[in-house]
């Protein structure tokens, strides 16, 4: 198929000057609040972005009534964005000079924070100025909605529905609840925002600064993980903290159509929903059944503080945020449940990493049908989900997700292993807390740069759901 290079790059120059808009916010707060101490870090940043930038539109511009992208297309449009922003987004961690760090490692933090990974190269994050903080935190924005909301809002605009991009980025392909993607786009960033803003006024009222209860709303709600603070979350040892970032982890967990389709006909769309349904059921039972059983063994003796700290243990695993709230001084059985949740992720069309809850239960329908179907075999039974036929495609495709999650798990681990002194089981664990945009902490300053390159590839890997990475390296898909 031939594909459309001109306007890829053309809708390329114009990210990388968005990107550059995007520094402004860290500079001005900088200028305004900390005496201009980043300008030297984020002016030449900008400069560069808007020269590429430009260069790049002027060089590719075109009568975009004359042409059009391709739902082929938008493979290659969707990857390139990712991997661009993550350049670009590095070059304020390079040019900050407090903390040295080479240029993989600045883009390794860039691609965590766009990637929603939540991993850090900086060992004391509390050293860092406020700009470079916040800058973090716009990351995180980005990587949740930025890209796709500018994605679809620039591809009608370019005579093209959108649509595709936006099931890439959230790989939800059953549900559309409007018909322009625009609309989508907009209500995405609106809704986005308010969510944001509610949560951050909630911490503010819960005993954080202004500063810090921003960057945590958009930490939790982007399942990414950052923290202004080295020790993360269980810096603040407040309870109420605790559960208000645990529900807005959930959120940020639970596909953002149905948060749209809530604020348009009200909370009983969540109940409506199989998936959505399922995830609340999963993290009831997981925070239900052990504190039940730690109250009757421990006769009682449960402080509220080990409650929301456990609760914010669940949602922050099974929304792939990466926050924690203790030592790690919990028994194995907890730790099994833990890691189980955070490798099933959350919902489809959410920030949230894993393998989504979408998937695991349409393997049990199909699971489920085969077995009816072994056992009747003559009975004409089909699979359905969300009311509808679970076709021979859909079955196809997350199959075809599993064996390359598997594939690219195996060779990841390997090439880790092989480019760094860590042995299986820290290879393991460091490439799981990539691929699955976990976050867990794996001492990544220690890992050398052939390994950390393996973990930027297996991050952006994972947040584009694996496949659009491998169609565009197919011969087919660059065959006229």
């Given at each position: 198929m031939k594909v459309n290079l001109r306007a890829i790059l053309f809708i390329v120059g114009i990210i990388i000057c968005g990107i550059a808009g995007a520094m402004l916010g860290p500079l001005f707060f900088d200028i305004l609040r900390c005496g201009g101490r980043c300008s030297r870090v984020f002016i030449p940043s900008g400069l560069i972005c808007i020269f590429v930038g430009v260069s790049t539109i002027i060089t590719y511009r075109f009568d975009t009534k004359s042409f059009s992208i391709s739902r082929s297309d938008t493979f290659l449009l969707v990857v390139?964005?990712?991997?661009?922003v993550s350049i670009f987004g590095a070059l304020p961690f390079y040019f900050y000079h407090g903390t040295e760090l080479t240029f993989i490692q600045s883009l390794f933090e860039s691609v965590s924070g766009i990637t929603t990974t939540g991993v850090t190269v900086y060992p004391d994050v509390e050293s860092l100025p406020r700009a470079i903080h916040l800058w973090r935190f716009i990351l995180h924005f980005i990587g949740g909605v930025g890209i796709v909301a500018i994605g679809i809002v620039i591809l009608p605009a370019m005579r093209v529905g959108g649509m595709q991009l936006f099931s890439l980025e959230n790989s939800d392909k059953t549900q559309k609840i409007l018909p322009r993607a625009s609309q989508i786009a907009g209500l995405f960033v609106v809704v986005y925002?308010?969510?944001?803003?509610?949560?951050?006024?909630?911490?503010k009222l819960s005993g954080m600064t202004a500063f810090d209860s921003l960057c945590h709303s958009i930490s939790a709600?982007?399942?990414?993980?950052?923290?202004?603070?080295?020790?993360?979350?269980?810096?603040?040892?407040?309870?109420q903290i605790f559960l208000i970032v645990s529900l807005a982890m959930f959120v940020g967990g639970i596909s953002f159509i149905e948060i749209i389709k809530c604020?348009?006909?009200?909370?009983?769309?969540?109940?409506?929903?199989?998936?959505?349904?399922?995830?609340?059921?999963?993290?009831?039972?997981?925070?239900?059944?052990?504190?039940?059983?730690?109250f009757v063994t421990e006769k009682g003796r449960v402080s509220m503080s080990h409650v929301s700290g456990y609760v914010l243990r669940v949602v922050s695993s099974i929304s792939t945020t990466g926050f924690d709230s203790d030592d790690g001084s919990i028994g194995m059985a907890l730790k099994v449940l833990l890691f189980t949740l955070a490798i099933i992720g959350g919902c489809s069309g959410s920030t949230s990493g894993g393998i989504k809850i979408f998937r695991i239960q349409v393997l049990f329908r199909v699971l489920k049908h085969h077995i009816a179907q072994t056992i009747s075999p003559y009975e004409i039974k089909s699979s359905t989900y969300q009311g509808q036929k679970i076709s021979d495609s859909l079955v196809t495709s997350v199959i075809s997700f599993f064996s390359v999650l598997a594939m690219v798990f195996i060779v990841s681990v390997v090439l880790v292993s092989l480019g760094s002194e860590l042995d299986e089981i820290k290879s393991c664990k460091?490439?799981?807390?990539?691929?699955?945009?976990?976050?867990?902490?794996?001492?990544?300053?220690?890992?050398?740069?052939?390994?950390?390159?393996?973990?930027?590839?297996?991050?952006?890997?994972?947040r584009l759901e694996i496949i659009p990475i491998f169609i565009i390296f197919t011969h087919g898909y660059w065959k006229k």
């Amino acid at each position: 198929m031939k594909v459309n290079l001109r306007a890829i790059l053309f809708i390329v120059g114009i990210i990388i000057c968005g990107i550059a808009g995007a520094m402004l916010g860290p500079l001005f707060f900088d200028i305004l609040r900390c005496g201009g101490r980043c300008s030297r870090v984020f002016i030449p940043s900008g400069l560069i972005c808007i020269f590429v930038g430009v260069s790049t539109i002027i060089t590719y511009r075109f009568d975009t009534k004359s042409f059009s992208i391709s739902r082929s297309d938008t493979f290659l449009l969707v990857v390139t964005l990712w991997i661009i922003v993550s350049i670009f987004g590095a070059l304020p961690f390079y040019f900050y000079h407090g903390t040295e760090l080479t240029f993989i490692q600045s883009l390794f933090e860039s691609v965590s924070g766009i990637t929603t990974t939540g991993v850090t190269v900086y060992p004391d994050v509390e050293s860092l100025p406020r700009a470079i903080h916040l800058w973090r935190f716009i990351l995180h924005f980005i990587g949740g909605v930025g890209i796709v909301a500018i994605g679809i809002v620039i591809l009608p605009a370019m005579r093209v529905g959108g649509m595709q991009l936006f099931s890439l980025e959230n790989s939800d392909k059953t549900q559309k609840i409007l018909p322009r993607a625009s609309q989508i786009a907009g209500l995405f960033v609106v809704v986005y925002c308010l969510i944001v803003l509610f949560f951050a006024v909630l911490l503010k009222l819960s005993g954080m600064t202004a500063f810090d209860s921003l960057c945590h709303s958009i930490s939790a709600i982007s399942t990414g993980g950052f923290s202004t603070k080295t020790s993360g979350i269980v810096f603040f040892k407040n309870p109420q903290i605790f559960l208000i970032v645990s529900l807005a982890m959930f959120v940020g967990g639970i596909s953002f159509i149905e948060i749209i389709k809530c604020f348009k006909f009200g909370f009983g769309v969540f109940f409506k929903n199989q998936q959505t349904l399922c995830y609340l059921k999963i993290v009831l039972i997981s925070i239900i059944l052990p504190l039940v059983f730690v109250f009757v063994t421990e006769k009682g003796r449960v402080s509220m503080s080990h409650v929301s700290g456990y609760v914010l243990r669940v949602v922050s695993s099974i929304s792939t945020t990466g926050f924690d709230s203790d030592d790690g001084s919990i028994g194995m059985a907890l730790k099994v449940l833990l890691f189980t949740l955070a490798i099933i992720g959350g919902c489809s069309g959410s920030t949230s990493g894993g393998i989504k809850i979408f998937r695991i239960q349409v393997l049990f329908r199909v699971l489920k049908h085969h077995i009816a179907q072994t056992i009747s075999p003559y009975e004409i039974k089909s699979s359905t989900y969300q009311g509808q036929k679970i076709s021979d495609s859909l079955v196809t495709s997350v199959i075809s997700f599993f064996s390359v999650l598997a594939m690219v798990f195996i060779v990841s681990v390997v090439l880790v292993s092989l480019g760094s002194e860590l042995d299986e089981i820290k290879s393991c664990k460091a490439v799981v807390s990539c691929l699955f945009n976990l976050g867990y902490d794996i001492n990544i300053v220690q890992i050398p740069p052939i390994a950390k390159i393996i973990l930027i590839i297996d991050m952006i890997i994972g947040r584009l759901e694996i496949i659009p990475i491998f169609i565009i390296f197919t011969h087919g898909y660059w065959k006229k």
